[in-house]
């Protein structure tokens, strides 16, 4: 009685297995192997079927011998070649996932140049428009104040003189950070280091820069990505790490670009890189560029032990 409960029990879970299969031959791409296995199940319910029929009825086992073996080899290459075909749907699966990625990533990339291009064209626009501009609003000003007489207007015109220079001077800083054309014309090393140059000399911030770049040039994504990156990091660190001293050394080797940073500020624990607290930091927009480039980027704080960072991407 158990071995017929049995026997039932396994033909009824093969015919549900091989409806699962007959049902996975419409919804997925080489549906040959879905076919197989289907047929190796039915195969299977008879295979069972020949093993419950002496238990009902006066047949003999031995009857059915020579066709319960075929049976069975049947089932094993009905079994052998759906799995072989089954192994061309993971390798789709992995194609249509790499395709995904490089789809990604193109995406990707392609809203990093928009967003460079917009910046160079805003740049222009501030340097070229509203420039001009103010230098001839202050001629203008120069000329006036060179006719006034009153020296109580003279004083006005003087400090509006200022002022101006003031906004004339903003005005080619901005459209620099916007698109620096140290970058655009001669390269990462020579940007980067005219950025530190300036907070150097501002005197808020001590950062020691090392590379043996010299004038390579790299592709425009790798210098741009790289670039606003580790001004991000500066300028975090200026912002938020109250420290003294930023060490950046920036090198080439092995078909590779290596960035490694730290500066002694007071740290921060890295758990709350995503909170809302540290979200100004905008660490995941940097990781998103240096995944971009197929790089990597390992950034390690710990509270009053300063900050880390090491990225590396291929060139």
């Known amino acids: ?4 409960f049995a026997l039932v029990l396994a033909m009824l879970l093969q015919v549900f297995a091989a409806g699962i299969s007959i049902k ?3 919804v997925t791409k080489y549906n040959v192997s879905w076919m197989l296995i289907s047929a190796g199940f039915i195969i299977m319910v008879v295979r069972c079927l020949v093993e419950f029929l002496p238990t009902i009825s006066d047949f003999a086992q031995q009857t059915f011998r020579e066709l319960y073996v075929w049976l069975g080899v049947a089932v094993s290459l009905f079994f052998a070649l759906g799995v072989f075909w089954i192994q061309k749907i993971f390798k789709y699966m992995k194609k249509v996932e790499q395709e995904k990625r490089d789809m990604e990533k193109n995406l990707l990339n392609a809203i990093i140049q928009a967003e460079e291009t917009e910046r160079k064209r805003f740049a222009k626009d501030l340097h070229d428009g509203l420039g001009p501009i103010l230098s001839t609003v202050k001629m203008s000003l120069s000329s006036v104040t060179r006719i006034e007489k009153d020296d109580q207007t003279k004083k006005i015109l003087h400090h509006t003189d200022l002022v101006i220079d003031e ?4 005005i080619r800083e901005i459209s620099n950070n916007l698109s620096p054309h140290i970058l655009n014309n001669f390269g990462l090393n020579k940007a980067v280091r005219n950025f530190i140059n300036k907070i150097n000399y501002s005197d808020t911030i001590k950062i020691k820069y090392t590379s043996n770049f010299g004038d390579d040039r790299f592709d425009t ?5 790289l670039y606003r990156v580790l001004c991000e990091l500066i300028n975090n660190t ?4 109250e420290a003294t001293t930023i060490s950046i050394l920036l090198e080439k080797s092995d078909g590779k670009i290596t960035c490694r940073y730290r500066d002694n500020g007071k740290g921060f624990d890295k758990s709350l890189l995503y909170s809302p607290q540290l979200s100004g930091m905008g660490f995941s927009n940097m990781v998103t560029r240096i995944n971009s480039l197929n790089g990597s980027f390992d950034l390690t704080s710990e509270k009053d032990k300063g900050t880390k960072a090491t990225i590396i991407v291929p060139f």
């Open 221 to 225: 994504n790798t210098e741009v990505v």
């Open 1 to 4: 009685m158990l071995l017929q």
């Open 238 to 241: 200026i912002k938020h790490a």
């Open 167 to 170: 906004a004339i001077k903003s």
């Open 24 to 26: 996975l031959t419409r």
